[in-house]
Each structure stands twice: as structure tokens, then as C-alpha cells.
């Protein structure tokens, strides 16, 4: 009896280990059942472009990076002396980019156009441009722009017709962009209604007869970046009263004050005295001062033994 129990219980055990045991075998077999080379789906590549705004010196615009296929936002720059005429794809302004049409697909540069207020005559010069015969423009306030054309506006040339420079009473105000080089010969004369007008810190030359006979004209302001100015520059300026000139100029020209009628005060900032021209101050009250620097202490007694300047020993004081 005893023995036919202990069997019973034999047969049992041995089954259920039988039955788990297959069970731990099918697991593995199901682990195992994946195919070897089976790889897992991955997310589509994102593409980034980059678009880049030329404003040809209009006010800057970051550049955007966007997803392939987008549509990018599109802002209007500002330039001074300018009216924005949209973008474009090439640089000579043949193929507008319409933003709500254009999908981006490449990293690219478009291109600012613009329109000047004004319509100026350029002469190519160097690397800019140089606006020719302005003294000829009819228009009162006149703002020049920093490049016409996707160049920089370098020069201002004025014009002569048979020797004789041709009145103009209708320009008034003048805005000159910074970049400007040169004042060129004629450049402003004969605009006699001219009243005002700041010269920029890029200027290094005022060419001959360049202000004569603007007659509205009651001071300027050369600054320190002048290194030249032409004969008679500012000849028959009848309302000019004071006036300085930088310490980089070393050559007084010929009638460069004649006929400032009302003038009361040159301000010569060189501690050297420059060369002096002739008929510099003809028709010029003889009480108008020249003021020289005060230092060093030698310098008022150079220019008063000058030649040239020596004419006007008793109109020469040391700068207040």
C-alpha cells in the first residue's frame, strides 16, 4: 500500500516537471523566432536651409534657418534716400522672389531692390559711383543715398556750363550719407538757397569751388578726416560768418574766403602754418579774426611771420 503511494506521487512530480518544463521551452523558442536581419522602422530626415538677405545697405536682416518645403517670413528693410522695390532671387534683379510662391528647397541669398528718392546721373568710380552734375537737380531737400545700385555713392561731382557755374535756388537741404569720399569740384555751387548741409567723417577731400556761391550758407563743419580743399571753395559765400578748418590741411588755396563779406572768424587748427594762397581773403571785413591754436606756445608767432599769413599778423589770436 505504502509502496503504491510513493509511486503515485513519483508519477506526479515527474508530470508536472514535464509540463513546466515544455512551457520554459516554448518561451524560448518564441524569443528566438525573430528574424535576424529585421530592422525597426526610423523617422523621416529633417533637411534645414538657410536663407540670407542682401539689403545692399539697407537695415540689416538675420538670417533664417528653415525646413525644407516651408515658406519663409519675408520683412521690408529700410535705406535712407530709398523706397524698397521688393526682393529677388540674382543680384540683377530679374527674377522676383514672391514669398507666398516660393518654397524653400536649397540654402539661398536674395536680394534687396531699391528706388531713389530722387533721380541722379552716375559716373562709375573705383569700386562706387559717382553722382554727377547735382548742382543741377531740382529738388529743395535732397537725401543721398549710401549706394545707388548696389554701389557706394563715393563722390559728388557738380557742373560748369561755359565757365560759369549756373544758379540754382531750389536745393535747400542736403543729407550726405556716410561712405561719401569726396566733394568734388562745383559740387553745391551756385546753390544759393543752401542752408544746410553736415559733411560726413568719411570725407577726405573738398574740391575746388565746391560751396562757391551758396549764399545761404551761415557756417559748416569740415571735420578732422578733410585732408584738402580746392581754390575758391567757398568764394562769395555772402552769409558764411565762421568757419573751421582741420589740422590736416596743409595748403590754404587761391580766393578760398574771397568774398565772404560777412565772415568774422576762420578757425585754423594746424600747429604748422599752411601754405598760404593768394587773394585767400579778398573782400573780407578787416575785422574778422583768424584763430590759430594756443599750443605750443611758438605757434602764434609762426603764423604772424608766415608768408601769407603775415598780411593778417594783426587779425591772428590764439584759439579761447
Excluded at 538677405?53 to 516651408?70: A, E, L, R
Excluded at 551758396?214 to 559765400?237: E, K, M, R, W
Aim: aromatic share 10%.
Amino acid at each position: 500500500m505504502k509502496f503504491n503511494i510513493f509511486y503515485f506521487f513519483l508519477i506526479g512530480f515527474l508530470s508536472l516537471t514535464f509540463f513546466f518544463g515544455c512551457k520554459n521551452d516554448d518561451k524560448i523558442i518564441r524569443k528566438t523566432d525573430s528574424k535576424p536581419n529585421e530592422t525597426k522602422p526610423t523617422s523621416p530626415t529633417i533637411i534645414n536651409y538657410t536663407v540670407i538677405f542682401d539689403t545692399d545697405y539697407g537695415t540689416d536682416i538675420p538670417s533664417q534657418t528653415v525646413k525644407s518645403g516651408t515658406i519663409i517670413n519675408l520683412v521690408s528693410p529700410v535705406k535712407t534716400g530709398c523706397i524698397f522695390d521688393g526682393w529677388f532671387k540674382d543680384e540683377k534683379m530679374t527674377k522676383p522672389f514672391v514669398a507666398a510662391n516660393e518654397k524653400i528647397t536649397a540654402s539661398m541669398t536674395i536680394y534687396a531692390k531699391w528706388k531713389t528718392l530722387f533721380e541722379f546721373e552716375t559716373n562709375e568710380l573705383g569700386d562706387g559711383v559717382q553722382i554727377v552734375n547735382f548742382n543741377e537737380l531740382q529738388h529743395q531737400d535732397i537725401v543721398i543715398p549710401i549706394s545707388i545700385n548696389r554701389k557706394k555713392v563715393v563722390g559728388i561731382l557738380g557742373s560748369v556750363r561755359n565757365g560759369v557755374v549756373t544758379p540754382n535756388p531750389i536745393i535747400k537741404s542736403v543729407s550726405l550719407p556716410e561712405g561719401l569720399k569726396s566733394l568734388g569740384n562745383y559740387a553745391f555751387a551756385g546753390c544759393s538757397n543752401l542752408s544746410s548741409i553736415k559733411i560726413p567723417l568719411s570725407v577726405t577731400s573738398i574740391g575746388s569751388f565746391a560751396f562757391k556761391e551758396c549764399q545761404q550758407l551761415t557756417s559748416i563743419d569740415i571735420p578732422s578726416s578733410v585732408l584738402s580743399i580746392g581754390y575758391a571753395s567757398f568764394s562769395n559765400c555772402t552769409m558764411l560768418q565762421s568757419i573751421s578748418i582741420p589740422s590736416g590741411i596743409s595748403n590754404i588755396g587761391n580766393a578760398l574766403f574771397s568774398g565772404c563779406s560777412v565772415l568774422t572768424s576762420v578757425t585754423i587748427n594746424a600747429t604748422r602754418p599752411p601754405t598760404f594762397g593768394s587773394n585767400v581773403f579778398d573782400y573780407t571785413p578787416s575785422s574778422m579774426k583768424i584763430y590759430v591754436p594756443k599750443n605750443p606756445i611758438n605757434v602764434l608767432n609762426d603764423y604772424k611771420i608766415a608768408n601769407g599769413w603775415k598780411i593778417f599778423a594783426t587779425q591772428i589770436e590764439a584759439q579761447p
